[in-house]
T-cell receptor
Framework: AQTVTQSQPEMSVQEAETVTLSCTYD???????LFWYKQPPSRQMILVIR??????QNATENRFSVNFQKAAKSFSLKISDSQLGDTAMYFC????????FGAGTQVVVTP | DTAVSQTPKYLVTQMGNDKSIKCEQN?????MYWYKQDSKKFLKIMFS???????INETVPNRFSPKSPDKAHLNLHINSLELGDSAVYFC????????????FGQGTRLTVV
């Protein structure tokens, strides 16, 4: 069975600063997909970034980038130039046949 | 146009009642899901349907019964509601089961009193 672990329940960051969220997963599969989702107070689930396991290059979406270490089964998210609108719960997710989520990390961006 | 829509957004009901949550997607996706988000924000998959066929049933009580009349709709019916059923329920869809990201509805907050 696959598991996804997010070890940071909450992170605080000042505007314009950088924050990195950690995520590890456990699987015996070789081809799978990893995602970061954001859930703001509106509770809408919003895809932030995705990574295919067969791609070595780390995915980037504007201010969001990942550090994918396949051998270490690690998939961290870096938010650069943090903005107040980035305040949300961030979920790491693993997909192989079904999408499974970590427990989430609450990110609070302060002025 | 909303890609994945759920109704209702909020549902307050008494213990023992039966209720349904409806979900529709206009993305042409083959796979649809129901997730439950508990009070600690943990998201757990409940069911997955692919082209109207049930493919995942994650040890959910029999009181929960999904129904997919066509691949664009996946409804969730809950019998004999219990206090522990209070949660946010999300419907989601994806073009291929697990191979791409899922698109989520806005969630239904169910409160059982």
């Amino acid at each position: 069975a696959q598991t996804v672990t997010q070890s940071q329940p909450e992170m605080s960051v000042q505007e314009a600063e950088t924050v990195t969220l950690s995520c590890t997963y456990d699987t015996s599969e070789n081809n799978y997909y990893l995602f970061w989702y954001k859930q703001p107070p509106s509770r809408q689930m919003i895809l932030v970034i995705r990574q295919e396991a067969y791609k070595q290059q780390n995915a980037t979406e504007n201010r969001f980038s990942v550090n994918f270490q396949k051998a270490a089964k690690s998939f961290s998210l870096k938010i650069s130039d943090s903005q107040l609108g980035d305040t949300a719960m961030y979920f790491c997710a693993f997909s192989w046949g079904k999408l499974q989520f970590g427990a989430g990390t609450q990110v609070v961006v302060t002025p | 146009d909303t890609a994945v829509s759920q109704t209702p957004k909020y549902l307050v009901t008494q213990m023992g009642n039966d209720k349904s949550i409806k979900c529709e997607q206009n993305l042409g996706h083959d796979t649809m899901y129901w997730y439950k988000q508990d009070s600690k924000k943990f998201l757990k998959i409940m069911f997955s349907y692919n082209n109207k066929e049930l493919i995942i049933n994650e040890t959910v009580p029999n009181r929960f019964s999904p129904k997919s009349p066509d691949k664009a709709h996946l409804n969730l019916h809950i019998n004999s509601l219990e206090l522990g059923d209070s949660a946010v329920y999300f419907c989601a869809s994806s073009p291929l089961g697990g191979e791409t990201e899922a698109f989520f509805g806005q969630g239904t907050r169910l409160t059982v009193v």
